[in-house]
Structure formats: structure tokens, C-alpha cells
């Protein structure tokens, strides 16, 4: 089975704080998601990368920068963060071939105080 | 405006009935997939079905079936026999075009399934 996993289920930070929150998959996708989830707005895509080192904007990208060394791996970089960012992060893998299907890692739930 | 467009924030049904979930979808590209999630309160999304913009039948898996209606830009989640175990939120999602930097999907804002006893 696919597994995506996430670093931290829980955090609590301050506000202006830099945050790191970490995504790791091991089944070679070439595909990697950061979305995150608020109550009534669904899953809004921040960044996606399709290879390594490549990065692309998603629908709210602000406030928030990537990073992908290695296939495995990609990181959501919150530089400073502010209380508006205090959400529940999703980071999902995929192939390239159809369906295109998303596999979800559990979560990480962020509170910036 | 929004691509994926889920209208019932709440839904109730009783245990062993069917329950329909909506689902429309806007999109100018030919080639487009969509697929139905399922969150439980855990918070982990599980895949549950995929209807291709091509595909000819409404696909189905288990209890789970996609009420695929291209012309209404409709892709319905019918779950039937509903369990405890459907307690969940149910989220939409759409892939427009096929590969090569498509892969990206949009999702609904999600409809909260309460099944009760």
C-alpha cells in the first residue's frame, strides 16, 4: 500500500514563527501535493510539485514556500506564520497515469497563536 | 466560479437506506476525471471512486456508485445500504485534462454524511 507520511500530526506555534512541515511517500510518485483544509472551504491547493526541485503555485500559495530535494520528500515552509494559517494541512502523492488518483497523508493539524 | 460545486452542506439517513450525494462540475476541457473522497472524523481521505470523462458507464465499487450525467455536468455519489460506518464528510474533486502537468485536483467544499440507527 501507498504510504504518505507526515511528520507532525499536531503543532502549536507562535505567531511569526518559521514552521517546517514535512511529507515523506515511498512509493516512488512522481507527484507531490500540500493542500489545506478549512471547515466550509474544502481542500485548497497551496503548492504541487511533479518532479524534483520543480515546484508550482497552487490557488493560495502565499505565505508559504516548498521545497523538493529528493523525489520522496517535500517540505511546506511557512516563513513566518501568522494566525490566519492556523489549518489543518493535507500533503498527497500521485502518479502520472490515469486516474491520477490522490493518496493523502494523515494531516497536520497547525495552531498559530 | 467554482468548479466543483457541492450544495448540501448536511445530509441525514437512516441505517440500510440509500443516500445521494451531489456533485456538479465546471469545465471547458473535453478530458476531465472526477473522483469521490471520504474523510472520517479520524481526518485520513480515502479514495473512494473514479468516473473518467470518457468512460461509458457509471462506475461503481461495492456500495459506492457515481451517477455520472455529462450533459447535467453531474457526477452524484449514491451510497446504498448505508452504515454507521459512512459517518463521514464526502468530498468531490475534478482532474481537468490528461497527463503532463494536469494532475492537480480541485475540490468541493464537501458534504457532512450522518447515518443514523
Known amino acids: 500500500d501507498v504510504k504518505v507520511t507526515q511528520s507532525s500530526r499536531y503543532l502549536v506555534k507562535r505567531t511569526g514563527e518559521k514552521v517546517f512541515l514535512e511529507c515523506v511517500q515511498d512509493?516512488?510518485?512522481?507527484?507531490m501535493f500540500w493542500y489545506r483544509q478549512d471547515p466550509g472551504l474544502g481542500l485548497r491547493l497551496i503548492y504541487f510539485?511533479?518532479?524534483?526541485?520543480?515546484?508550482e503555485k497552487g490557488d493560495i500559495p502565499e505565505g508559504y514556500s516548498v521545497s523538493r530535494e529528493k523525489k520522496e520528500r517535500f517540505s511546506l515552509i511557512l516563513e513566518s506564520a501568522s494566525t490566519n494559517q492556523t489549518s489543518m494541512y493535507l500533503c498527497a502523492s500521485s502518479e502520472t497515469t490515469l486516474p491520477v488518483e490522490l493518496f493523502f497523508g494523515e494531516g497536520s493539524r497547525l495552531t498559530v497563536l | 466560479a467554482q468548479k466543483i460545486t457541492q450544495t448540501q452542506p448536511g445530509m441525514f439517513v437512516q441505517e440500510k437506506e440509500a443516500v445521494t450525494l451531489d456533485c456538479t462540475y465546471d469545465?471547458?476541457?473535453?478530458?476531465?476525471?472526477l473522483f469521490w473522497y471520504k474523510q472520517p472524523s479520524s481526518g485520513e481521505m480515502i479514495f473512494l471512486i473514479y468516473q473518467g470523462s470518457y468512460d461509458q458507464q457509471n462506475a461503481t465499487e461495492g456500495r459506492y456508485s457515481l451517477n455520472f450525467q455529462k450533459a447535467r455536468k453531474s457526477a452524484n455519489l449514491v451510497i446504498s445500504a448505508s452504515q454507521l460506518g459512512d459517518s463521514a464528510m464526502y468530498f468531490c474533486?475534478?482532474?481537468?485534462?490528461?497527463?503532463?502537468?494536469?494532475?492537480?485536483?480541485?475540490f468541493g467544499k464537501g458534504t457532512k454524511l450522518t447515518v443514523n440507527p
Open positions: 469545465t471547458s476541457d473535453p478530458s476531465y476525471g
Open positions: 510539485s511533479y518532479d524534483v526541485k520543480m515546484k
Open positions: 512509493m516512488d510518485h512522481e507527484n
Open positions: 474533486a475534478m482532474r481537468e485534462g490528461l497527463q503532463g502537468g494536469s494532475e492537480k485536483l480541485v
